[in-house]
C-alpha cells in the first residue's frame, strides 16, 4: 500500500486582503518565512555574548537539535526557560517580542562568529 501525503493550505477568509496576484496568492500582511526583523538584525549587531556559560549554549544547541520532536507544550515551555537564562547573560537583552527560538538561533550564531567558527 502506498502512502501520499497531502499538503493542504488554508484559504484566505472573506475579510482577507490580497496582494494583486489573485485569490491563491498569499496574504499580503504575512511576511516572508524568511525575513529577519529589523529589531532582531540590530540587536544581533550589539550583543554581547562573552558571558554565556558553555552549560547555557549547550542547552541551546540540544535545544534547537530536538525542539521539532517535542510536543508544542513542552517546546514551548522549554524554549521559554533557556530564553530566560540567555536574557540573563547577554547584554543588551534581547528585543521585546521577538520569538524565544529567533533568540536562541541569534545568540548561538552571534557566539559562533565571535569564536570565528562560523
Known sequence: MTRRWWRRTARPGPDAVLDQAGPDAV????????????????WA?????????????????????????????????????????????????PPVG????DVIATVLAVRRKQLGIG
Open 27 to 42: 496574504l499580503a500582511d504575512q511576511p516572508d518565512p524568511d525575513t529577519v526583523r529589523p529589531d532582531l538584525l540590530a
Open 45 to 93: 549587531q550589539v550583543v554581547d555574548v562573552s558571558r554565556l556559560s558553555d552549560k547555557t549554549v549547550r542547552w541551546a544547541e540540544d535545544y534547537l537539535r530536538r525542539y521539532r520532536r517535542m510536543t508544542l507544550g513542552f517546546s514551548r515551555e522549554e524554549g521559554f526557560r533557556l530564553w530566560s537564562v540567555i536574557k540573563t547573560q547577554v547584554s543588551p537583552p
Open 98 to 101: 521577538v520569538h524565544p527560538l
